[in-house]
């Protein structure tokens, strides 16, 4: 608890550059991110996505990997260029529409316990890096889904995500999303 981390460079990480896990207080402020997460090879006859070498689907490796944390502050920070890729929606694979669904590296992954903030971000893949979703939310079916309870996201710039920039299903009680530009 009462953690600030701020104002360093990750260029690396075999999961996530930061995880935040059962925690409570923590800020990440100034970080810049990059280069984490698993690299795979692409499996055609399975949608497309990447698989390790033990052949897992590689998906949800993140610059900032939020799980059953509250009073989570990101802010300022520069999270690009991971090491891993997403793969695409195609509507024309043999599978279908739907086994195509985009697997890969996040941004953010969040399952917060509520009382999360996300300000003032870049959170840029790029075009041979693309991100699944830029922000990534656990169980987004779930009552207690994502970002789940108050919380503000606003002035981030999200880009290059194969799903969604940012995965706002779930609960959401009280959770602001604005002043936000989404590509």
Known sequence: AYIILENFTVRGGA???IEVRSCNQ???LAADLSGWGRVGTAVFNLGGKYRDARGSTINNDAGVFVNRASNTVIERCWVHDPAGHSNPWDAAHPLGFAATHPAGPNAVFMR???????????FTGSE???????????NNGGPTGGFYRDADIHGNFLAFGQDDGIEMDGGQMNV??????VE
Not at 112 to 117: D, E, K, P, Q, T
Not at 128 to 138: L, P, Q, V
């Open 15 to 17: 999961l996530h550059a």
């Open 26 to 28: 923590v800020r990440i």
């Open 112 to 122: 917060s316990l509520g009382a999360a903030v996300i300000r003032w971000n870049d």
């Open 128 to 138: 041979g890096h693309r991100w699944n979703d830029a922000i990534e939310g656990w």
């Open 176 to 181: 602001r999303f604005f002043g936000n530009k």
